[in-house]
């Protein structure tokens, strides 16, 4: 079996916070983002990443083009280290991993023309390519994602929303990269557009084999994406698992909890639906609780969940829980409020 | 899926295609009626500046003690001044300096404040650091003694008033800059061009500048007046500009004096002074707008 085109091992993130008037000798106090997250992507594959907002998805995502420091591996199709390259070194990888931004409007600059926002990425990584060049190239990309190529030389402001995630994920593609990161790249839109916004997205993804990794915190959406699924908590893994399997037999009691919550869309079986409540907040990453993060929330919670930190464990669907399984009845009632 | 092609009209497309940003510019800047007029007072002022010898009958330095304060007449539109000269060829005469020192000393100071700004609101630690702390001092010292010492010390000519003008200015435009810089650093456009390798420069001027710019036309024209003011503190003091040679701020600075006799030789030099601020008003706010894409229609 050929390497994985990605394989993250122990990646872990932490900011340090000083408040206002700290003094400067005070230790600043160490915020974790990302405790520890493991997995691997194969080419063309896609990966749904979802959770609570605040659990440290779009961070993942960040540190694995060092947009924030992170320790841990990163290795890109078992040869290099994403996470110890020096800046001029990840240069080089930057093209092979592109990103699409959750707001469509703000992560286009509002003084630069269609053209030249979709251009940019070629003019840093193709400095050899003439404007003649860069302008077919741009236009046959504008053609590709849906936009109409004469539009060019309009600015950002005149698209609407789903047009401007068009023109985010045309300069994505422009320099023909190998794995799309897409943070929240819908949840900005209306729902028809996110349809023909995702839609867009497989179609790319099939014709280009781009592997993808998938951020949202709307359920529904990653299932339609994902080839697998993970869930995070409070910067941990909870429950990974492919697409369908995930679903259908959810595990974890975090990723049942999730999966209750998200509507359908027919009243009588909405009515019927059980609804597992979570109770509290989530807790402070930087304040974590010993043993099991989710065990403060947790309807099954027991004294060996606030002792031992429980491992990823299961194989094809890894569940990071001492008691997994689907919740009964009368579990769901003794939910901690 | 893609999305379906609204199906417009070939002449459209064409139109759609043709737009060149500065066409667009000039011609958004040509609607606004205020900017025109503002141009077309400064474009006056400036040639009145240039042939002031052809245009005025007067010589701005003769000394008449028999006309002395004399009425506005038809002979001396504006009337004459303690030493008999006219008020409106002396204004005229007076353009030439207060014109240059309005314009360059700002353009100076603005463009070292915004380089500074921009390499320290978005390379932030130690440059931010240093560079703050330079701009601290700057505006920490009286601004006025820091002109006058530039001047003592290199003597009183007009390059050296620049030079002291833009020492004076660049601090506080670099401050605002940075404030900007550090706004825009968060928008996610410049995380999107970080995260694809942009080179820091490149993002300084094709990012952060282009969104800067809005801001430094207003204080290009807020330091105009300023630094006409400036000059006639300096000249005022006997290091600027020196009598009898004419600056605006220099005729209002003495004019003042027969306010009670001959109000016209302090109040004309003073409105000449209004009406250029004015018109440079006109033209940043009509430059600003025709500059920015979201405005045009």
Known sequence: MTAPLLDVRDLRVSFELRRAG???????????????????????????????????????????????????????????????????????????????????????????????????????????????????????????????????????????????????????????????????????????????????????????????????????????????????????????????????????????????????????????????????????????????????????????????????????????????????????????? | MTSPSAPLPADAIEALEEASFLRDTVRAFRKNRMAMVGLAFVLLLVLGAVFAPWISPHDPYRVALDEQLLPASTTYWLGTDNFGRDVLTRILYGARISLVVGIVPSLISLMIGTMMGILSGYLGGRTDFVVMRLADMMIAFPSLLLAMVVMYTLGANLLNIFIALALVGWASVARVVRSQTLALREKEFIEAARANGTARITVMLRHIFPNVVPTLIVLFTLAIPEAIMWESSLSFLGVGVQPPEASWGLLVAKGKEYMFQAPAVAIAPGVAILLTVLAFNFIGDGLRDALDPSMKD
């Not at chain 1, 520890?36 to 540190?63: M, N, P, Q």
């Not at chain 1, 320790?71 to 199709?77: C, H, L």
């Not at chain 1, 023909?196 to 299932?223: C, E, G, P, Y």
Request: negative net charge.
């Open chain 1, 22 to 337: 700290d003094l400067p000798w005070t230790p600043p106090r160490l915020l974790h983002a990302v405790s520890g997250v493991d997995f691997t992507l194969a080419a063309g594959e896609t990966l749904g990443i979802v959770g609570e907002s605040g659990c440290g998805k779009s961070t993942l995502a960040r540190a694995l083009i060092q947009m924030v420091p992170a320790t841990g591996k990163a290795i890109w199709r078992g040869e290099t280290d994403l996470l110890s390259l020096s800046p001029r070194e990840m240069l080089k990888y930057r093209a092979d991993i592109q990103m699409v931004f959750q707001d469509p409007l703000a992560s286009l600059n509002p003084r630069m023309t269609v053209g030249q926002i979709i251009a940019e990425p070629l003019r840093t990584h193709h400095r050899g390519l003439g404007s003649a060049e860069v302008k077919t190239k741009v236009k046959a990309m504008m053609d590709r994602v849906g936009l109409l190529p004469n539009q060019i030389n309009r600015y950002p402001h005149e698209f609407s929303g789903g047009q401007c995630q068009r023109i985010g994920i045309a300069r994505a593609l422009i320099v023909e990269p190998r794995l799309l990161i897409c943070d929240e790249p819908v949840s900005a839109l209306d729902v028809s557009i996110q349809a023909q916004v995702i839609n867009l997205l497989t179609d790319l993804q099939r014709d280009l084999d781009l592997a993808m990794i998938f951020i949202a915190h709307d359920l529904s959406v990653v299932k339609h994406i994902s080839d697998r699924v993970m869930v995070l908590y409070l910067g941990r893994t909870m429950e990974v698992a492919a697409s369908p399997d995930l679903y259908g037999a959810p595990q974890h009691p975090y990723t049942q909890a999730l999966l209750s919550a998200v509507p359908i869309p027919d009243p009588a079986a909405e009515r019927e639906k059980v609804v597992i409540p979570l109770g509290g907040d989530l807790p402070s990453p930087m304040n974590p609780p010993s043993g099991c993060v989710f065990r403060t929330r947790c309807p099954r919670a027991q004294a060996r969940c606030g002792e031992e930190v429980p491992g990823l464990a299961g194989g094809d669907h890894a569940t990071a829980c001492h008691f997994p399984g689907p919740l009964e009845m009368a579990e769901i009632d003794r939910t901690p409020a």
